[in-house]
């Protein structure tokens, strides 16, 4: 029996995925599965600070060689210095507004 407790499987992501909010890079896709991701940030000028637990983001996910490019909606459930962890809220209905 697997001790793997995971509730969605995990995607396989292109290595060099990027993940962008605003227009700046926050750094590489480097997990993904049905109910969230991970991102490797850069280390250049991004602070776990500026992700606390709970903030909202809208993500831009591009895949550089084949130009693909998905939007969704996450909100941070954790961040350190090298990575972020976001849950996807796109499509929930708590994340739907009258």
Known sequence: MSSERRQF??????ENAMAYEGGRKLGRVSQAGGGGMLIDVVPEGISPAEFPTGRRLRVTVVEPATGARTTIDVIVRYANATGVGAEF??????DVTA
Do not use: N, V
């Open 9 to 14: 499987p995990r995607f396989t992501i292109p």
């Open 89 to 94: 809220i796109t499509g929930k209905e708590a």
